[in-house]
C-alpha cells in the first residue's frame, strides 16, 4: 500500500551509492533521527538514517567560537545570522530496499537513487509495511560500525511502535537478529539491550 498522505521531506541526495547515500538538510540542525526509515526518489529507495553530521558548507572555512558573551546558543545564531547559511546537517543512510511498481523488496536496487533526489521521512504505515518482514536486517548488519547497530535498534523501537503486536514484532525481529549473529554473541547482546530501551 502507498501512502497517498504528503510525506515530511527532510532533504536531497548529495552523494549516491547503490548501498549508502549522503543527504543535505534543508534547514540546520533538522536532521530525521538515527535509525529513521526514508524514501528516496522515484521509483522509491528505502534507507535507514546511520549518521548525521553538522559542517560548514565550504570546509575550507574553519569555524571559530563566537558565544563568549552570550548565555545561550540561540543567542549565538541571533547575533550571527549569517551562521545558518554558511553551516549545514548531512545524515547518511544506509539502502535497505526499493520498489518496483506496487512491489516491496528488501535488497539493493538496480541503480542508486539519482543525485538531486528527494529525500522524505516514512509515515507510520510506510514503516509497517516495510518491516514487517525481517528481511532489511541483514543489510544494516553488514555495517559494521557502532552507529549502524544503534540505527537499527532504533529503526526496529521505530517500527514496533507503529506495529498492532508490538510484542510479537519485536520477538520476529529479534529471531532474525539471532540467526544473522549467531557467531557473535556480545554484538547480538548490545543490539537487543539497545532496542529494550
Given at each position: ?15 549516491s551509492?547503490?548501498?549508502r547515500?549522503?543527504?543535505?538538510c ?14 528516496i526518489?522515484?521509483p ?5 538514517v546511520r ?13 571559530a ?22 553551516l ?17 523488496h528488501?535488497?539493493?536496487?538496480a ?6 533526489a528527494?529525500?522524505f ?7 509497517g ?6 528481511g532489511w536486517?541483514?543489510?544494516?548488519l553488514?555495517?559494521?560500525s ?6 537499527l535498534?532504533?529503526?526496529l ?5 507503529g506495529m ?5 514484532f519485536l520477538l ?11 557467531g557473535?554473541?556480545r ?7 539497545e532496542?529494550?530501551v
Amino acid at each position: 500500500m502507498i501512502d497517498t498522505q504528503p510525506a515530511q521531506r527532510v532533504g536531497e541526495i548529495m552523494v549516491s551509492h547503490t548501498e549508502r547515500v549522503v543527504a543535505q538538510c534543508y534547514r540546520l540542525h533538522a536532521a530525521p533521527p538515527l535509525g529513521a526509515l526514508l524514501r528516496i526518489g522515484s521509483p522509491p529507495v528505502y534507507a535507514v538514517v546511520r549518521e548525521i553530521w553538522n559542517e560548514p558548507l565550504d570546509p575550507s572555512r574553519p569555524l571559530a567560537p563566537r558565544g563568549a558573551d552570550l548565555e545561550s546558543e540561540e543567542e549565538v545564531y541571533a547575533a550571527n545570522p549569517q551562521l545558518s547559511a554558511m553551516l549545514t546537517t548531512r545524515f547518511a543512510a544506509t539502502v535497505v530496499g526499493y520498489r518496483d511498481g506496487l512491489t516491496l523488496h528488501h535488497g539493493l536496487p538496480a541503480q542508486p537513487p539519482n543525485l538531486h533526489a528527494f529525500v522524505f521521512l516514512c509515515d507510520g504505515g510506510e514503516v509497517g509495511e516495510f518491516a514487517g518482514e525481517p528481511g532489511w536486517l541483514r543489510l544494516l548488519l553488514a555495517d559494521r560500525s557502532p552507529a549502524a547497530d544503534s540505527a537499527l535498534a532504533g529503526c526496529l523501537r521505530h517500527a514496533a511502535d507503529g506495529m498492532a503486536d508490538r510484542r510479537g514484532f519485536l520477538l520476529r525481529a529479534g529471531r532474525a537478529l539471532v540467526a544473522e549473529l549467531s557467531g557473535e554473541p556480545r554484538r547480538l547482546q548490545t543490539i537487543l539491550r539497545e532496542i529494550s530501551v
